[in-house]
């Protein structure tokens, strides 16, 4: 339904804005810790309202900018970039077959696109299997990052769940562009 969607929406909006506005990240964001207010005129939009941020950090610039750059490179869909971000910026990395590697971080972000017609992109599923591409060559996030991949698993499954046509990359690019603006008027400042 109507509603269903705008929740959907409002909660996508919500952790994308905490994430690429805020530089907040909730250490346990799940459907129990997001209250919905519902407005008393029938006509306003519901809001939402985070519960529990006892558990909460933020990143460092160095984390943020490689989401940045992570995100970007996975709506762009270029898997071999993703994969030498990941490793760029791994915590610790035992990874002896840095081609295999990069081969299939490569095929994972291919195949997601091709296998939802290059419009909706399972971030839940992509980040799941990007684990356990990382499990396999050693390489480990560090555990703020790995914080951020899954709230976003979670949020979107719970948006998903709400509305089946979800597209988080889709949400993502006005933040993504927003955030890619700051930097180049930084430039000149």
């Known amino acids: 339904s109507g509603i ?26 799940h459907p129990g810790n997001i209250l919905v207010r519902f ?57 002896h077959d840095i081609e295999s590697y990069r081969d299939e971080m490569y095929q994972l972000v291919d195949d997601a696109a091709k296998q939802l017609n290059l419009h909706h992109i399972d971030v839940s599923h992509l980040f799941s299997n990007l684990f356990e591409i990382l499990i396999k060559h050693s390489v480990k996030l560090e555990s703020n990052f790995a914080s951020v991949m899954l709230a976003i698993m979670v949020l979107e499954g719970l948006g998903r769940s709400l509305d089946p046509e979800l597209d988080i990359l889709e ?9 890619a603006k700051r930097q180049i008027m930084d430039l000149f400042d």
């Open 39 to 95: 407005p008393v005129e029938s006509s306003d939009i519901p809001t939402l309202v985070i519960l529990d941020c006892g558990v909460a950090t933020s990143l460092s610039k160095k984390d943020w900018s490689n989401l940045f750059d992570l995100f970007t490179a996975i709506v762009k869909k270029e898997g071999k970039k993703v994969a030498d971000l990941m490793l760029d910026n791994a915590r610790y990395s035992d990874c």
């Open 4 to 29: 269903h969607q705008q929740l959907a929406k409002l909660g996508i909006d919500l952790l994308l804005s905490m994430l690429f506005i805020h530089n907040f990240v909730h250490g346990d964001l």
């Open 171 to 179: 949400s993502a690019r006005p933040f993504l562009i927003q955030e």
